[in-house]
Each structure stands twice: as structure tokens, then as C-alpha cells.
């Protein structure tokens, strides 16, 4: 039977696969890290207080990088060249959603609305990134090789998430809200979108070197615009609303450091 669990099981057991997965998951990782090091590096004067989150974000995705590359390590893998159709921090950036690197990489102090937009795109990037480690932490939690590092990465992003909702709706109470809504929108919608195509792209790459045949990988991709339907006819919405999450400050510490993988 086809599910999510025997899917991600196929991938994992396959060396090749599982080498393709975890260097895109790294490498999109190493990418939000060094974008949250320059945002924390650029926040503006009255907003200083907050660049200590946004480096304790960039950390853990760091770490999350580190851990993904530990884990094609201790089965003798190198990591696998990206094709570009899968990155999705790039193609992000690339539509416009976030903010652009070439601001980034100028030195010049980010605004207050940089923050906000900021803070909007990770507010629908998180979501995704909690649902996804969610799903394979119920799957893979007590996996012998993989359940530390997918338990610590699900409860980062869970943090992440926390975190975006917590300060969006600071900046609402102060004036921001009808700002945010909006990014929000513009956000999810293009996010649901390149996610759509990346999952294909993905799926494309692991049929070929997984040998699935045509009706397996109709069938897959079939589902994967079937979830886009369902996104794009409202289940988007549940990566714009914001409410005062239960997990406060939640990152108001430094990172934690990343599991050993003998």
C-alpha cells in the first residue's frame, strides 16, 4: 500500500535517495541560517532586541544543516549537487518572497517593515517546516539512526513557529497588522505554489533513482496537486492566522547543540 511512511521508508532505505534527501533538506537549511545571521546583523537600531532571536534561529538552522550532513556521513555518503529545481529557499527568494539577498548582503540597517516581511515569510515557511518534521517525527521518532536528530529538528521548528507568532503579533498591537495580513497573503500563496513544484521535482528525481514505474509516479504526483487544490482553495489560510502561541520566548536561549552520531 502506498502511504506517506512506506514513501519516506523507500528513500531512507536507498542509499542514493537518501543521500539526495538529505543534502537538498541541508543545503536549504545552511541557506536560512545564513540569512537569519545577516538579518540579526542588520536590524535596525530600535529593534536590537530582537537580532539575539533571529541569531538563535539562525543557528538551529544551522545546526539542522549539520545534522542532515552527520547523517549521510555515518553511512559514508558525500553530500549530492542540488538541482536547482529543488531548492526551495532559492526559488523563494527567487519569486520575490522575503527579503532579497542583495539587500542582505549590503551593510546597510534593515528597516522596520524589512522585519515585518521578514517575519511573515518565516511565519508561512515555519508552518510548512512543523507540519513536514511533525509527520516524520510520528513516523521516525523511535528510528534507531534518525529519531534524536528528526525529535530535536521537529521541536526547533516548532520553536520557530512559536517564535513568529509571538513577534508578528507584537508588531500587530503596534500598528503593523494590516502589513502583515497582506504579506502574509502574498507570502502563502507563492509558498504554496513553489512547494508544489519542488515536491514534484523531488519526486521526479527519486523515481529515476528509486526506478518507480509510470502509474506509481502518476499516482504521487497526482497527489501532490491534489494537496495544492486544497491549499490554494483555502488551506493556505492556516499559515497567515496568528494567535499567542503556548510555547512563549520560545527563542529567548541559546541553541541547543546538535546530537553525536557515532
Given at each position: 500500500?502506498?502511504?506517506?511512511?512506506?514513501?519516506f521508508?523507500?528513500i531512507?532505505?536507498?542509499?542514493?535517495?537518501?543521500?539526495?534527501?538529505?543534502?537538498?533538506?541541508?543545503?536549504?537549511e545552511?541557506?536560512?541560517?545564513?540569512?537569519?545571521?545577516?538579518?540579526?546583523?542588520l536590524?535596525p537600531?530600535?529593534e536590537r532586541?530582537l537580532?539575539p532571536?533571529?541569531t538563535?534561529?539562525?543557528?538551529?538552522?544551522?545546526?539542522?544543516?549539520r545534522?542532515?550532513?552527520?547523517?549521510m556521513?555515518?553511512r559514508?555518503?558525500?553530500?549530492?549537487?542540488?538541482?536547482?529545481?529543488?531548492d526551495?529557499?532559492?526559488?523563494?527568494?527567487?519569486?520575490?518572497?522575503g527579503l532579497?539577498?542583495?539587500?542582505?548582503?549590503?551593510?546597510?540597517?534593515l528597516?522596520?517593515q524589512d522585519?515585518?516581511?521578514?517575519?511573515?515569510?518565516?511565519?508561512?515557511?515555519?508552518?510548512?517546516?512543523?507540519?513536514?518534521m511533525?509527520?516524520?517525527?510520528k513516523?521516525?521518532?523511535?528510528?534507531?539512526d534518525?529519531?534524536?536528530a528528526?525529535k530535536?529538528i521537529?521541536?526547533?521548528?516548532?520553536?520557530?513557529l512559536?517564535?513568529?507568532?509571538e513577534?508578528l503579533?507584537?508588531?500587530a498591537?503596534?500598528?503593523?497588522g494590516?502589513?502583515i495580513?497582506r504579506?502574509l497573503?502574498e507570502c502563502?500563496?507563492?509558498?504554496?505554489?513553489?512547494y508544489?513544484?519542488?515536491s514534484?521535482?523531488?519526486?521526479?528525481?527519486?523515481?529515476?533513482?528509486l526506478?518507480?514505474?509510470?502509474?506509481?509516479?502518476?499516482?504521487l504526483?497526482?497527489?501532490?496537486?491534489?494537496?495544492?487544490?486544497y491549499?490554494?482553495?483555502g488551506?493556505w489560510?492556516?499559515?497567515?492566522?496568528?494567535?499567542?502561541?503556548?510555547r512563549?520566548?520560545a527563542?529567548?536561549?541559546?541553541?541547543?547543540?546538535?546530537?553525536?552520531?557515532?
Amino acid at each position: 500500500m502506498l502511504s506517506a511512511k512506506s514513501l519516506f521508508q523507500e528513500i531512507l532505505d536507498n542509499d542514493e535517495s537518501f543521500r539526495l534527501f538529505c543534502s537538498i533538506a541541508a543545503s536549504g537549511e545552511a541557506q536560512g541560517g545564513w540569512e537569519n545571521a545577516r538579518i540579526a546583523a542588520l536590524v535596525p537600531a530600535s529593534e536590537r532586541e530582537l537580532a539575539p532571536k533571529i541569531t538563535r534561529h539562525g543557528a538551529d538552522e544551522d545546526k539542522h544543516g549539520r545534522i542532515f550532513n552527520a547523517l549521510m556521513k555515518k553511512r559514508g555518503l558525500e553530500p549530492a549537487p542540488v538541482p536547482p529545481e529543488t531548492d526551495y529557499t532559492m526559488l523563494l527568494e527567487q519569486d520575490g518572497i522575503g527579503l532579497a539577498h542583495d539587500k542582505l548582503k549590503r551593510d546597510e540597517p534593515l528597516t522596520v517593515q524589512d522585519i515585518v516581511t521578514y517575519l511573515s515569510h518565516s511565519r508561512v515557511t515555519e508552518q510548512r517546516a512543523s507540519e513536514e518534521m511533525e509527520m516524520l517525527r510520528k513516523y521516525f521518532g523511535d528510528h534507531p539512526d534518525l529519531g534524536r536528530a528528526v525529535k530535536m529538528i521537529s521541536n526547533d521548528e516548532d520553536n520557530h513557529l512559536a517564535y513568529c507568532h509571538e513577534e508578528l503579533l507584537r508588531f500587530a498591537y503596534a500598528g503593523h497588522g494590516r502589513a502583515i495580513q497582506r504579506t502574509l497573503r502574498e507570502c502563502a500563496l507563492a509558498e504554496i505554489r513553489i512547494y508544489r513544484d519542488v515536491s514534484l521535482a523531488v519526486m521526479a528525481h527519486m523515481g529515476r533513482i528509486l526506478g518507480w514505474s509510470k502509474p506509481k509516479a502518476a499516482v504521487l504526483a497526482f497527489g501532490i496537486h491534489a494537496v495544492y487544490c486544497y491549499e490554494r482553495l483555502g488551506g493556505w489560510r492556516r499559515m497567515v492566522s496568528l494567535k499567542m502561541p503556548e510555547r512563549r520566548n520560545a527563542l529567548g536561549g541559546p541553541a541547543a547543540a546538535a546530537p553525536e552520531f557515532a
